[in-house]
């Protein structure tokens, strides 16, 4: 249950009534709001001469519920907006990982030089074997910051445990929760407590459900700029890496206030299927695409089966800007 509190309504009063009610309390434009959880069930008029509005819900998709707020909320990711009522997909490119300076700065001219805006790769990465790249780490965030400016590219990179969150939040245009991460409290507390914007991708094993709840942490801890992000689920079929869930990717537009990316490489987790399924994507009108290339994708350290070769990656974007078109999107 949200509720909103009568403007004018004491810091103490609030306290008091939130006290009571077991309830988060979040600040948002001047309102104070209390958001319980649905087990609370009804309000049973304690301290109703305080409450402006209430919403009920049936889960505890709340903050984050298209029912709560209608339209999308809007995020601003460096000189690009998603969301709102703009209809805007930001496709974001880069290599898996930051490997070198010479590779992000390839990556940048190129991305640049296409007209894409924001670059992804991860400095701390998290691998699933211990003896694989682990990524530079705070060199890499170093290395990135470098192309940031001279090129003008917002840059996403991740955020792999609680031990350097602090570093990534203060570093990244758009802070990245991996799949891995997206149960990491401690990372989802630190990120409420930014105003940065944060992109969470769905663990492989998480419903629909479980990734809107991640994002309920980083509102609910008053952070707005919260954006969810569709990159596969671990299903029985094994001839692609994941099976990327378009049907949950559409649930979630329709059914939460919250951009919605899709990541198509780690869905598929081969190259040659990567163009078909992100203009399948592309298709749906999502807020973003978050795709890998590199310029030599054979000798990566990461992820090397899935990443487009540049020329490929060139094609795929001229026409996912034709596919914009014909829904209305525009890419940016
Ligand atoms: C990535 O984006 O390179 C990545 C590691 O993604 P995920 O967390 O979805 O596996
Ligand atoms: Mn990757």
Known sequence: MIIHLKKGITSDQAEKFAEELKATRVQHNGTTILVTTTENGKLNGIGRDLVEK??????????????????KREVAIGSQKVGGNLNNTLVI??????????????????????????????????????????GLGKKGLEILDSVRSRYGLSIVTEVKDSSHVGEVIEFADVIQVGAKAMF????????????????????????????????????????????????????????????????????????????????????IGHAYGVPDLARSCMAIGVEGLLIETHPDPSNALSDSSQQLHHEDFKVLFTSLKKIGDAIGYQVV
Do not use: W
């Not at 209430?54 to 339209?71: G, H, N, P, R, T």
């Not at 992804?120 to 003896?131: F, H, I, N, V």
């Open 184 to 267: 990491d409290y401690a990372i989802l507390e630190a990120c409420g407590k930014s105003n940065k914007p944060v992109m969470i991708k769905r663990g492989f094993g998480a419903t629909a459900q479980e990734l809107v709840q991640a994002a309920e942490f980083v509102l609910s801890g008053g952070n707005e700029n919260v954006i969810i992000c569709e990159r596969g689920i671990r299903t029985f079929e094994n001839s692609t890496r994941f099976t990327l869930d378009l049907s949950g990717a559409i649930y979630l537009k329709h059914k939460t206030n919250l951009p919605i990316f899709l990541d198509p490489s780690h869905g």
């Open 93 to 134: 490119a880069g290599p898996c990982a930051v490997e070198s300076a010479e590779l992000v700065e390839k990556s940048a001219k190129f991305l640049k030089d296409l007209g894409v805006n924001a670059l992804r790769a991860g400095s701390y990465k998290p691998r699933t074997s211990p003896y694989t790249f682990q």
């Open 54 to 71: 209430v919403y009920e819900f049936d889960s505890d998709i709340q903050l984050a519920s298209a029912d709560y707020m209608v339209s």
